[in-house]
């Protein structure tokens, strides 16, 4: 060992030897806070610190001292511990590529493809991908074409399915990954910047891609390279906060370990085994001690091959148990090949891989060992995958005890044994080999035509592959032999585990077995099996769900056990069974499975350029792509903390509605590390209490003496690290009388009953449409108050919410905030403080995804922030964690909705009227506009007669903000579901209603007024008819109808609706200055949130001061830089929401510029006489400022009242199929049209439609935002809440930007594209209706009556909606048809 280095630790960082002070590191320190806090290197960002969104993942490689190789890959650096990369090297994003020496190709291309828009997840998916990259080619078969990578476009899809992005929708990143796959089509590649449509396709236009283009290599660590193994790395380190020693500790042997357990154990302290320390993700609040890393432990790392099977140690991770397995199988197809014998090609290790690939991620597999998974399933009873499936495979475990005792225990053993103290070690699995020759426990061995091995495992989880927990789990094992002489498939043995599904531990229905060992199955046999298993799958009491994981594991027996039975419509037929078909005398009918879904994700991109105002309208790359890729981008938390920082935290009310009896702060504060609790006693006295100073009144900072949400902040606890600040937090008590004020307000309805309402001023309104007790009259059918409901929705940025204050001189404060609204922020820090609105500078440069969530619910962090760095006169910043951000920010209004409707026989309704409850949460914000913003989309019908009440009701619930589409989206849904509803009960196609409804000019004008513009301009009937042709609506419906009646568990639908949104412009400001050297410095109002503003204005500015001389505006081009949002520095920028702020921002410069011009077309004149040749910007500029030109220019633009809304239409249709047994929904296809007026730049726009129609999906499927009877919000983190990953979108996502006429009013005839595109999201609602509702057509129940589905519609839903019984009715009917 080199004795330097003893007490240091030895890596190297993106290329450099790096060597840290052992004595300065906590060994509970990440390698994601190391980085960003003590290094340069902010590219990895924080997203969730559960490994459950990508965002921190870096590189690492490491040498293997027994295979003499670097092993490379993937890793998240917010679960990876420090103390474990020694002799590691890690490569960030900033290691790849920077903007001075060159980016690397994955940027360039992040970049041409236009897949970053916020871009602050955008490191974790560039290092995702160049993981797989370096992975793939590392296996050395470099047959591919030159400039790409060995690795598959479907392997480079998977690889990056556990990041995940919010605003791009992921297509365009599928792009990214596939553009370096050997195998891919270019004319599959979406738009980009490389080639023009239409251009020949050269793949020498890509950035190219040089495999080994970028050193990794450990060996810089000097000996440390090879000795990291060997060596044992101790150290401790006193925890400031809690004053006690924390203890890291690298055996080096196996002995050590044992030795070190011992140890533990005398001193009663329960040691945490490190191996990727992946657990941390799920199990936070556990602060080990003592941390024993057993990463290099020769005797847990082996991998050996036997006859009889494979043994893996414990520490082995799952990518490693992935290859073992796959290549286990590879050498046996080798022997095959070659004809030799004993061949041990195993199904079992086949399936075990397959099932492997879906658990968490990749970057999580790299790390997470087999042994951490099922000790994890032992002691914390963990939903694991790999326990259910090793226990179906009959795999076994070795452990030893610190008395060096070794037991073997099979698995079942293992997981029922009472306890597993901490003196025993997991050493290693054995997975028997169950090969179809010769198998461990088998029927004497021999090969035989009719014996044959099934082994199928299932999983049921939000997303297939992208990191979610199964809701249940199972894996089966039969050795299934042909009775020849009765044609009958019989299971000689059977193993049917099950877990995950609300159990301690996985479990085998052993009664089930039993039941069906040696038996001819038939549907009676297979019903009462079913009926034993549910007598065994009983989920414990509490388990959300329960019902619906018990109806999936009939399912899952169903899945496979019915292909053995005769006169059944198996859902899938195993391959190993299919040559059987015949001889079995099994008529399968129907396809071997419904459905394989084409895993890579394909679209068509649809678009016009238009050249009139060039730059503008161009699909130009996004401003600062590539510096978001390679980490360089500047966001909030990644400014250098300045001297003397602190960081707060929140103490927030954990009761929804109570008395505050007393803050008891003083054990927190015991902590040397902790400085001060901030709480409203703070606020200076000429200063108020009040966090929001918003549209409809003014919300305070922190509670006095009541709590109105659970959320609520109390105070602010301010420390000298972020992580001592959130245990300070967590450490202040708070006594609550929950008596006086009685019980909380958690609903619309707990609402109605205490009157608890906001008013709505009468200017937002909504007023009734036509006559409605006329319409009513008219009506040949009513529908009577029908119920409806929508849950709310968290926005999910990356960027959770984050601020910076600093104090500056004479009662100034400066405060860096990722906010939308830094005039609002601005003017409330002011108040608080009590200082003029001038003393507060508030700075944006960008933001991490605001959705709207940033628009009002940013403010309290900023205002807490300054008002504890005003309190102590030092820096202050915060950075929520994803919990606090999820528990205090609020999200999407929940509405509940009650419609009564008439209507004419043939489907033409003729009155709605709606009574709306919006629950608005404790706070006002800007839920007074619900009402009138759900009725402006609701309108997108001519409903005849329109009337609405409207409740906004005050429940003690988080404010509820303005999420992207607010209100609209849940006002275009009721209307979609009134559609949906007068179909059904006409026993109409749903496209049939919606067309006798749609408006017309007229109509539309009668409910839109002027925002229907001229009747050009009225481009929806000519969208609508489009789409129908594009996406060959009648044609596809046709097939479904054609597919629902051949296949009995898997149904499709496919949906059209339309989309009509109304904008309304308001005023911005803009500077524009030219610098003598011919640059030019842009300031808008907006904020940039990834919408793309910055590339819209500076198109915008190219394009304005381009006007003095034609081709100008290509040079200025490469001159124009966008400033962050200063709320001194351009004052009155206004709130970036509402989809228009591009726009606004946009005209606000091109007026700017117009100033500009002027004020030098009189210097070009005069410089045309003495250079009639031409002359350049720099000259024109150069001479402008010698002539003593003023070369700034500053406007505030105001919209001209008369044109001051619009309406947007679009279209979107799609197709899902939904799978009866366990209510999984794959969009098969999406089609949108969209109207953009002339886009001011298509890729942007394109980039808004793809995105927020995701979000969208989001919303309608999978995003289940729970709220327990305390109030409490229980989906607060990556494992219960659920966005829209890349495996989880549209298959086959088209779009089509409308490029629709030329618009006198609207801005160079734009037209937005932020928020409408969402609301087509409910086509896949719509479509999962369709095919529900194909699906209920088969049960016997069904009478085809409307049904209620709410949002969102997750897989529990549609389950149950196709019936939680449909397999035991399906059995139960065959039973009576063969009794007859
Ligand atoms: C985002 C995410 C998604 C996930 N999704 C899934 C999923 O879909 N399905 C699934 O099955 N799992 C899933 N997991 C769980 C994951 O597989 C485990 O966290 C991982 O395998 C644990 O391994 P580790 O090496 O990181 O364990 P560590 O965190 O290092 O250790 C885990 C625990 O095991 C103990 N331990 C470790 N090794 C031994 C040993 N040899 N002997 C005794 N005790 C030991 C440690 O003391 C600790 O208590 C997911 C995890 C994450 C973070
Ligand atoms: S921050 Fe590490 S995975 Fe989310
Ligand atoms: S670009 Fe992916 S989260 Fe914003």
């Not at 009513?776 to 009577?784: G, H, K, L, Q």
């Amino acid at each position: 060992m080199e004795l330097a280095n003893a007490n240091r630790l030895v890596f190297v960082l993106n290329g450099q030897r790096t060597e840290v002070d052992l004595s300065q590191i906590h060994p509970e320190t990440t390698l994601l806070s190391y980085l960003r806090y003590h290094t340069q290197y902010k590219g990895a960002k924080l997203g969730c610190g559960e490994g459950g969104c990508g965002a921190c993942v870096v590189h690492l490689s490491k040498y293997n001292t027994d295979t003499k190789e670097t092993e490379e890959f993937s890793i998240s650096s917010c679960l990876t511990l420090l103390g474990s990369i020694d002799g590691c090297s890690i490569t960030t994003t900033e290691g790849l590529g920077n903007c001075r020496d060159g980016h690397h190709a994955i940027h360039k291309r992040i970049a041409g493809f236009h897949a970053s828009q916020c871009g602050y997840c955008t490191p974790g998916w560039c290092m995702s991908l160049y993981g797989a990259l370096r992975q793939a080619d590392a296996k050395g078969n470099n047959d591919h074409r030159h400039g790409f990578s060995n690795i598959s476009s479907l392997e480079a899809e998977k690889a990056v399915a556990g990041n995940v992005c919010r605003c791009t929708g992921y297509r365009p990143i599928a792009d990214v990954c596939k553009s370096f796959a050997g195998d891919v089509d270019l004319e599959d590649l979406g738009l980009n910047t490389f080639w023009k449509k239409d251009e020949l396709l050269d793949p020498n236009k890509l950035p190219e891609y040089n495999p080994t283009g970028v050193s990794t290599d450990s060996k810089f660590c000097g000996p440390r390279y090879e000795d990291a193994r060997t060596t044992s790395l101790n150290f401790s380190y006193k925890d400031e906060f809690s004053g006690e020693e924390r203890v890291w500790i690298r055996p080096s042997t196996l002995d050590e370990v044992l030795g070190a357990l011992e140890k533990a154990a005398e001193e009663n302290v329960e040691p945490k085994l490190v191996v990727g320390n992946t657990s941390a993700g799920i199990y936070k609040s556990i602060e080990p001690k003592v941390f024993v890393d057993i990463r290099n432990i020769s005797e847990l790392q082996i991998i050996k091959r036997h006859d009889s099977g494979i043994e893996v140690g414990a520490a082995v991770t799952i990518a490693k148990l992935i290859k073992a397995l796959e290549d286990t199988n590879a050498i046996a197809d080798d022997t095959l090949d070659h004809g030799k014998e004993n061949c041990t090609r195993s199904l079992v290790f086949e399936g075990l891989a397959n099932h492997l690939k879906k658990v968490a991620s990749a970057f999580i597999r790299n790390t997470a060992s087999i042994g951490g998974n099922i000790i994890m399933a032992k002691k914390l009873s963990f939903d694991s995958d790999v326990a259910t499936i090793l226990l179906g495979a009959n795999a076994s475990v070795k452990i030893i005890s610190t008395e060096r005792v070794e037991s073997v225990l099979t698995m079942e053993e293992f997981l029922d044994k009472p306890c597993l103290d901490s003196r025993v070690l997991l050493l290693s699995v054995f997975i028997p080999n169950w090969n179809e020759v010769s198998n461990p426990v088998g029927n004497n061995g021999s090969a035989k035509f009719d014996e044959k091995l099934l082994f199928k495992t299932y999983r049921t989880a939000i997303r297939p592959l992208g990191n979610a927990v199964s809701y249940v789990n199972a894996a089966f094992l039969a050795q299934i032999s042909l009775s020849r002489h009765q044609g009958n498939l019989v299971a000689k043995s059977l193993r049917l585990a099950f877990g995950a599904f609300g159990v301690s531990h996985a479990i085998r229905a052993t009664s089930v077995e039993e039941f069906l060992v040696n038996k001819v199955i038939s549907p009676g046999v297979l019903l009462e099996a079913i009926e034993m298993l549910k007598l065994q799958i009983i989920p414990v009491e509490g388990t959300p769900k329960s019902a619906y994981r018990q109806s999936v594991a009939v399912g899952f027996l169903f899945d496979f056990i019915s292909p053995l039975v005769k006169d059944i419509v198996p859902p899938c037929i195993p391959d190993s069974l299919e040559a059987n078909n015949n001889q079995s005398g099994n008529t399968f009918n129907h396809k071997k499975c419904s459905f394989k879904t084409k895993s890579i994700i394909d679209g068509k991109q649809t678009m016009e350029f238009h050249d009139e105002y060039t730059p503008v309208g161009q699909p130009s790359k996004k401003v600062a792509a590539e510096l978001q890729a390679s980490g360089e981008a500047v966001f909030v938390d990644d400014i250098p903390s300045p001297d003397n920082c602190l960081y707060g935290a929140f103490v927030y009310s954990k009761k929804a509605l109570a008395l505050i009896k007393k803050v008891d702060v003083k054990d927190a504060l015991e902590s040397p590390s902790v400085v001060s609790y901030i709480s409203y006693s703070d606020i200076p006295k000429q200063g108020k209490n009040i966090s929001v100073d918003g549209w409809y009144g003014e919300e305070i900072l922190f509670a006095e003496d009541t709590v109105e949400c659970f959320g609520q902040p109390i105070g602010l606890m301010v420390a000298n690290t972020w992580h001592d600040a959130k245990r300070a937090a967590d450490k202040v008590s708070v006594d609550y009388d929950c008596e006086t004020l009685g019980p909380p307000i958690l609903s619309v309805e707990d609402a109605g009953a205490k009157n608890s309402f906001y008013s709505v001023p009468q200017i937002v309104a909504p007023k009734p449409v036509g006559d409605l007790a006329k319409g009513m009259s008219e009506a040949d059918i009513r529908i009577e108050s029908a119920e409806v409901r929508t849950g709310s929705q968290y926005y999910f940025y990356l960027e959770t919410q984050t601020v910076l204050a600093i104090p500056d001189e004479d009662e100034c404060m400066v405060v860096y905030s990722a906010c939308q609204n830094p005039d609002v922020s601005q003017k409330t820090i002011a108040k608080c403080l009590g200082i003029p609105t001038h003393n507060v500078r508030v700075i944006t440069r960008r933001v991490g995804g605001g959705f709207g969530g940033k628009a009002f619910r940013s403010i309290p962090a900023a205002v807490s922030c300054a008002l504890a760095a005003y309190k102590l006169k030092r820096p202050v910043r915060m950075y929520l964690d994803r919990k606090t951000d999820m528990i205090m920010s609020g999200g999407r209004h929940p509405i509940k909705a009650n419609y009564t409707v008439g209507l004419k026989n043939d489907g033409k309704i003729t009155a709605l009227h709606v009574d709306l409850f919006i629950d608005a949460g404790f706070t006002v914000d800007f839920s007074p506009m619900l009402p009138y913003t759900i009725v402006k989309t609701m309108m997108k019908y001519n409903w005849g007669a329109f009337s609405v009440d409207y409740k906004v009701c005050k429940t003690n619930l988080p404010s509820k903000s303005a999420m992207r589409g607010p209100g609209e989206t849940q006002g275009s849904f009721f209307a979609e579901t009134i559609i949906e509803h007068v179909a059904s009960i006409l026993g109409l196609d749903s496209v049939v209603v919606r067309e006798k409804n749609i408006h017309t000019l007229e109509s539309a004008k009668l409910f839109y007024g002027s925002s229907v513009e001229s009747p050009v301009s009225y481009t929806l009937p000519s969208i609508w008819e489009k789409l129908k042709q594009s996406a060959s609506f009648y044609e596809r419906m046709e097939n479904i109808r054609e597919f629902n009646a051949t296949n009995r568990w898997f149904k499709r639908g496919l949906s059209l609706v339309p989309c009509f949104y109304v904008v309304r412009l308001s005023s911005r400001p803009a500077r524009v200055t030219i610098f003598e050297d011919g640059s030019i410095a842009v300031e808008v109002g907006g904020v940039e949130l990834g919408q793309g503003i910055w590339t819209k204005v500076k198109q915008m500015t190219a394009y304005a001061l381009g006007q003095l001389w034609p081709g100008l505006s290509a040079d200025i081009m490469a001159k124009v830089r966008l400033f962050q949002s200063d709320s001194i520095s351009l004052a009155h920028g206004g709130i970036t929401a509402g989809s228009t702020t591009s726009e606004e921002s946009c005209e606000a410069v091109r007026h700017a510029c117009d100033i500009l011009v002027q004020k030098l077309q009189p210097v070009q004149t005069l410089l045309k006489k003495s250079n009639p040749n031409g002359f350049s910007w720099n000259s024109l500029i150069f001479q402008a400022k010698s002539q003593s030109v003023d070369l700034s220019a500053q406007t505030y633009w105001v919209p001209d009242s008369s044109a001051s809304q619009y309406l947007n239409y679009g279209a979107g249709a799609s197709e899902v199929e939904i799978d009866l047994l366990s209510g999984a929904t794959t969009i098969l296809q999406t089609d949108i049209i969209y109207d953009c007026g002339r886009s001011l730049n298509p890729a942007v726009d394109l980039g808004q439609i793809e995105g927020a129609f995701v979000q969208g999906v989001g919303f309608f499927m999978t995003e289940e935002h729970h709220v327990d009877n305390n109030g409490k919000l229980v989906s607060d983190g990556t494992w219960t809440y659920k966005v829209p990953t890349i495996d989880t979108i549209p298959r086959k996502f088209n779009v089509e930007i409308l490029n629709s006429p030329f618009h006198q009013k609207r801005i160079l005839s734009s037209k937005a594209s932020g928020e409408p595109p969402l609301l087509l999201a409910a086509s896949v609602h719509c479509a999962i209706r369709e095919a529900i509702r194909a699906a209920r057509k088969e049960l016997p129940t069904d009478n085809n009556k409307h049904f209620r589905m709410d949002t969102p519609a997750s897989m529990d839903v549609i389950k149950s909606l196709c019936g939680l019984n449909n397999v035991e009715l399906y059995l139960k009917s065959l039973c009576i048809s063969t009794k007859q």
